[in-house]
């Protein structure tokens, strides 16, 4: 099978790399081995909160020309700005409806419910202007018993912290009673799926609107709207009190949602996903790949002009850890890395961690390199990168999708 680009990696950088080239009229095929990382998506996209020196960032645009020159938003340069909007706008159009603005800091509450910078919010979710929204309020907090994945107790007291009032308020319906037979069954997108019953959400709103007299906020935890958005609709209608989302633990109801949208708006504009199959060998002629084989085409090349590398890091294998080196294992990239295990890594896990930064080498334009010359036609894209610390930067969707952009630009 012959396409004009073939993506590794099903994650929001492989999806946003795939939705941008097709537009532009390329075939492209994307190969995903699974879950991705949008999974553990607490329904927000970050772009850059804190520099590499501890700076909190209130200007994302303004602040990238602080970075260091490996930065992958430092090679994107001066597109910077025009990718951030860019991005904006093909979540909007792929029907991840999302609002926030890479020039003004945002805020997000996340699953233990503290708040944390951001960039762009789901819609449907709570975007906030400042980090204390709850302060003087009264919050009436709904909790499902045997929830595994929201823990009330960390929400409650760090929203209490911010000088709010909190009630918590139990959740009973025999439909969720049902999935209690089963504690495993007892996760948010199991609950999700039983909220897509339009009896079982109209059970839950005559709970709500017997128990929200006084409250000036109702908090609930995000285990609705698994396939769109209508059943947080019909909630923030017919409640009058403002409503918030708390994001639980993983798996996300949003971030399931999302990358199921972004897939379907891949296929809708002609593109081919390849779901549970894992590229296990390549063909190069030098430095320019050919093609590659997949677990479930072993024997059946798949051919290519260009290929992207969006396999992500460590957690998705797109990095491999030896006890004296790090490894790309599909082309066998040349990888940024410190010498000797010890300074991969901090003790106290709450620590900025070096390892982060780790990733593949690439030139100006996200060609990967070997033996320090740059292929001439394979690309890396999102957090296999590196030069960058996701988690400390607060950057992780921004290098996702603005890396994916520029790289598409370069293909087209």
């Given at each position: 099978m012959k396409f004009d680009t073939i993506i590794i990696g099903g994650g929001l950088a492989g999806l946003t790399c795939?939705?941008?080239?097709?537009?532009?009229?390329?075939?492209?095929?994307?190969?995903?081995?699974?879950?991705?990382?949008?999974?553990?998506?607490?329904?927000?996209?970050?772009?850059?909160?804190?520099?590499?020196?501890?700076?909190?960032?209130?200007?994302?645009?303004?602040?990238?020309?602080?970075?260091?020159?490996?930065?992958?938003?430092?090679?994107?340069?001066?597109?910077?700005?025009?990718?951030?909007?860019?991005?904006?706008?093909l979540l909007n159009e792929s029907g991840v409806a999302?609002?926030?603005?890479?020039?003004?800091?945002?805020?997000?509450?996340?699953p233990m419910g503290t708040m944390k910078p951001t960039w762009l919010s789901l819609a449907d979710f709570s975007h906030f202007d400042?980090?204390?929204?709850?302060?003087?309020?009264?919050?009436?907090?709904?909790?499902i018993a045997g929830f595994l994945d929201f823990n009330t107790k960390f929400v409650v007291?760090?929203?209490?912290?911010t000088g709010a009032t909190v009630k918590i308020i139990n959740i009973c319906l025999p439909e969720i009673e049902r999935l209690r037979t089963s504690p495993t069954e007892m996760r948010s997108s199991n609950i999700a799926k039983v909220f897509q019953n339009e009896n079982t959400l109209n059970a839950l709103l005559s709970t709500l609107k017997c128990n929200t007299n006084g409250f000036d906020v109702v908090a609930l935890p995000a285990v609705?709207?698994?396939?769109?958005?209508?059943?947080?609709?019909?909630?923030?209608?017919?409640?009058?009190?403002?409503?918030?989302?708390?994001?639980?633990?993983?798996?996300?109801?949003?971030?399931v949602r999302a990358q199921r949208q972004l897939?379907?708006?891949?296929?809708?504009?002609?593109?081919?996903?390849?779901?549970?199959?894992?590229?296990?060998?390549t063909k190069v002629d030098g430095l320019k790949a050919k093609s590659l084989y997949t677990v479930n085409h072993v024997?059946?090349?798949?051919?290519?002009?260009?290929?992207?590398?969006?396999?992500?890091?460590?957690f998705s294998n797109g990095l491999h850890a030896t006890p004296y080196a790090i490894e790309e294992p599909i082309f066998g990239a040349d990888v940024n890395f410190l010498?000797?295990?010890?300074?991969?890594?901090?003790?106290?896990?709450?620590?900025?961690?070096?390892?982060?930064t780790f990733g593949v080498d690439v030139d100006s334009t996200f060609h990967i390199k070997k033996n320090g010359k740059s292929f001439e036609n394979v690309y890396a894209i999102g957090s296999i990168l590196s030069g960058f610390n996701p988690i400390y930067e607060g950057c992780g969707g921004g290098v996702s999708m603005l890396t994916a952009l520029c790289v598409a630009d370069n293909i087209k």
């Open positions: 795939g939705i941008q080239l097709q537009k532009s009229g390329k075939k492209c095929l994307i190969v995903s081995s699974g879950q991705s990382a949008l999974h553990f998506s607490s329904g927000a996209f970050d772009l850059l909160t804190t520099l590499n020196d501890g700076t909190e960032v209130e200007n994302a645009v303004e602040a990238v020309s602080k970075l260091d020159s490996n930065h992958p938003y430092s090679i994107i340069g001066s597109k910077f700005a025009h990718y951030a909007e860019e991005a904006k706008n999302v609002v926030g603005s890479a020039d003004k800091r945002a805020y997000k509450i996340t400042n980090p204390t929204p709850f302060k003087g309020k009264k919050v009436a907090l709904f909790s007291d760090n929203i209490e912290a609705f709207g698994l396939f769109g958005p209508e059943p947080v609709k019909v909630i923030k209608e017919q409640i009058g009190t403002p409503v918030c989302l708390i994001p639980t633990m993983p798996p996300s109801v949003p971030g897939r379907s708006a891949f296929e809708r504009l002609g593109g081919t996903y390849m779901l549970g199959d894992t590229v296990v060998s024997e059946e090349p798949l051919e290519a002009d260009n290929f992207v590398l969006a396999a992500g890091s460590f010498e000797g295990r010890a300074n991969w890594f901090d003790q106290n896990v709450f620590n900025k961690q070096n390892y982060m």
